[in-house]
Structures are given as C-alpha cells and as structure tokens.
C-alpha cells in the first residue's frame, strides 16, 4: 500500500512539475484556454515541486492544481479540477496524506487526461 501512495505522489508531482513549467515557458497567463494539444505539452514540462512535509506538499500541489486547470483544455483541465478537490481534502486531513479512496480517484482523473495526452 505504501508502494502505491508514493506512485501517486510522485506522479501528482510530475504532473505539476510539468505544469507550472509549461504555463511560465508558454506565456498562457490571460490569454484563452489551451487546445488538447498544447494542454498535453503542457503538462509534460510542468517544472513545479512541492517541498516541505507531506501536509505542505498536498497543499502547494492543490493550489498548483487550482492555478492551472482553467488555462488547458476542459478535457485536460476538468480532471485536474477533480485531482485539486481530492489535494484539498488530503492536505485538511491529520496526515496530509490520500486516502487509499483518494488514491483510487486520483488515478481516475489521471487516467482521464492520459486518455488525451499519449
């Protein structure tokens, strides 16, 4: 179980990583919401890292999640609004950590947007 949390923390932070990279190497601040296409490459040079304890972390990857969802494509964006909840809960709770449930959801929405970004 514990293999599983860490595959999911390491890919909601790969998944930042790429994000924030790509929304300040793209230059999208206000302008109007990516196509598919520039959502995935995007995502795949998001340089965004998380530091501090495992609460911080579930907290910075939220907001991060907040911050870029409505610049992608609602394909890709809408998954990443889902992923930002789910963030949200597991940083309110004791351990900052997801749930096994959370998991599981995570991996929904992850699946999502791998449908578009291959």
């Known amino acids: 179980m514990v293999k599983l949390r860490a595959g ?54 939220a907001a991060h ?6 610049k992608l494509a609602p394909e890709i964006g809408n998954p990443i609004k889902e992923m930002a909840a789910i963030m949200d809960q597991a940083a309110a709770s004791s351990l900052g950590a997801a749930t096994p449930d959370q ?3 995570l991996k929904v929405q992850f699946n999502k947007i791998g449908e578009y970004c291959k």
């Open 8 to 61: 999911v923390v390491r890919s909601a932070v790969a998944l930042s990583a790429g994000l924030t990279a790509a929304l300040l190497l793209g230059g999208c601040a206000g302008t109007p919401k990516m196509d598919v296409t520039a959502s995935c490459e995007f995502l795949n040079n998001d340089a965004f890292r998380p530091d501090g304890n495992q609460q911080q972390q579930s907290k910075q990857i």
């Open 103 to 105: 998991q599981e959801k």
């Open 65 to 70: 999640y907040h911050e870029i969802a409505d």
